[in-house]
Nanobody, 126 residues
Framework: QVQLVESGGGVVQPGGSLRLSCATS????????MGWLRQAPGKEREFVAG????????YYADSVKGRFTISRDNAKNTAYLQMNSLKPEDTAVYYC???????????????????WGQGTQVTVSS
């Protein structure tokens, strides 16, 4: 049974930090690119950050570049998203997802991802 379980969300003040974790099981994580996507109320789900299977290449949305860092530990079957300098516009449900894309452009559209977690709420508010 495939599972992706996000944790680490919460309420934080503007300028604060959070670290999200995504623990996976039921599939071979190091065969998959991993991504973090988010969905704010009334908006479409959008790509935030992604990392290739080996962890050598990372990709970010322009809105989070320089503030967020994605990483993965294949030995622990876990992906991470370190979020610094958080802004109110970062408020959303954050999803971890896995994509089988092996070559070519990094997947950024939600329909390119095969497996999904249930999401974790991140609220940035003073």
């Amino acid at each position: 049974q495939v599972q992706l379980v996000e944790s680490g969300g919460g309420v934080v003040q503007p300028g604060g930090s959070l670290r999200l974790s995504c623990a996976t099981s039921g599939f071979t994580m190091d065969h998959y690119a991993m991504g973090w996507l988010r969905q704010a109320p009334g908006k479409e789900r959008e790509f935030v950050a992604g990392i290739r299977r080996s962890g050598g290449d990372t990709y970010y949305a322009d809105s989070v570049k320089g503030r967020f860092t994605i990483s993965r530990d294949n030995a622990k079957n876990t992906a991470y998203l370190q979020m610094n300098s958080l802004k109110p516009e970062d408020t959303a449900v954050y999803y971890c997802a896995a994509a089988i894309r092996l070559i070519g452009a990094f997947p950024t559209a939600p329909n390119e991802y095969t497996y999904w977690g249930q999401g974790t709420q991140v609220t940035v508010s003073s």
